[in-house]
């Protein structure tokens, strides 16, 4: 590289925060969708949206009776929410929008911590499992990336005596799902999405897959036209491209496990990831707070223990979304370069603490 284009790469911004697809969608399939634009004028299908849940059917693999579309995985979880009320479990840290979603109906919830030594485990007890109307559980878990395995699963799904909601939105990532089990289990009920893995944040559509009565009990808590039409039209036209995608999702868990390895011998502890993002745990809160603002100074924005996203991730924690190749060794560098500064003892402590929590 010339020194001017040394001078670009270095500034340029790299966004590691939100968990979307950093890679571009088909060149073909961006047409088709802006084909879909000359009849924005019309109205979405709405209530049964018939057409939407057969292929949303054909790909999971179930009836068309056990699918249930809606605007964004975070809908879902809204409806289920309010359709279940009572206490609330919630294993943390993890996503927040099950606690949000919680306090917006008000009720009653119990987190569960579940982060020790370095390992992520459900800890539910017994008692937990039956006092609680609905049981959270995300997997892979956002933020740390933990697979959560089918018999355990089962062994929560055998002793709840409430419903078991699943996120497991980062699926395509994982490959492991409890798809298999929604007839065996008349409490379980599964939540997907479209953004992270088919790069439709901006459309918002996600939807819940479980036996038809729970999707008859949940569908009630929405409305008709909850879905756009784009988004509507968008999910059989993505789904032509899954050659496409799984090639993108293959370098994504590449690029990810190559950049946790190098976490790692730079002395940090990366946790093993089945998802699209890394959880970085620093020695502490200060440590977190230095790294984050060098890494923004460098124009690289990632997304702290102390943001809103999480619920029950501590200060000294930080997460990166995995982007493309360049981004992630761009971040590397710098991280790097952070390494040798401190050594060097050039840096001043808490010059990056954060002014809001």
């Not at 943390?92 to 982060?115: G, H, N």
């Not at 496990?257 to 089945?274: C, H, R, V």
């Not at 702290?304 to 029950?312: A, I, L, N, Q, R």
């Amino acid at each position: 590289m010339s020194n001017k284009e040394n001078y670009a790469y270095a500034r340029k911004k790299i966004f590691l925060t939100n968990s979307y697809l950093k890679y571009p969608l088909p060149e073909e399939l961006l047409q088709e969708l802006a084909e879909e634009l000359k009849e924005i004028n019309r109205y979405p299908s709405g209530g049964g949206y018939d057409e939407l849940k057969e292929v949303l059917a054909n790909y999971t693999g179930v009836k068309v009776d056990n699918i249930l579309p809606a605007n964004g995985s975070d809908e879902v979880i809204e409806m289920i929410t309010r359709a279940y009320p009572g206490k609330v479990l919630i294993p943390i840290p993890t996503f927040s929008q099950y606690e949000a979603s919680a306090d917006r109906s008000k009720l009653p919830k119990l987190l569960v911590p579940c982060l020790q030594n370095k390992e992520y485990n459900l800890h539910y007890s017994s008692s937990q499992l039956k006092e609680a109307s609905l049981v959270w559980i995300c997997n892979p878990n956002n933020p740390t990336g933990t697979g959560i395995s089918r018999e355990k699963i089962m062994e929560i799904l055998n002793k709840a005596k409430g419903i078991v909601a699943i996120d497991e939105c980062n699926y395509e990532y994982f490959g492991e799902s409890s798809i298999g089990l929604i007839e065996k289990y008349k409490n379980l009920i599964i939540v997907r999405s479209f953004s992270k893995n088919f790069g439709l944040a901006g459309l918002r559509l996600g939807f819940a897959i479980s036996n038809a009565e729970n999707i008859k009990e949940i569908s009630a808590y929405g409305q008709c036209f909850r879905v756009n039409r784009l988004a509507e039209k968008a999910a059989g036209k993505v789904l032509k491209y899954l050659d496409y995608y799984q090639k993108i999702w293959d370098k994504i868990k590449k690029v990810r496990d190559d950049f946790t390895q190098k976490i790692n011998q730079l002395g940090w502890f990366a946790y093993p990831s089945q998802a699209n993002f890394v959880l970085v745990e620093a020695r502490n809160k200060e440590e977190s707070e230095e790294i984050w603002g060098y890494l923004k100074e460098k124009n690289i924005y990632t997304l702290p223990g102390w943001k809103d996203e999480f619920s029950g991730l501590e200060d000294r924690f930080i997460r990166f979304t995995v982007g493309e190749e360049w981004e992630m060794n761009r971040t590397i560098e710098v991280l790097s370069e952070y390494r040798q500064r401190c050594r060097r003892g050039d840096l001043n402590p808490h010059r990056h603490t954060p002014t809001t929590p």
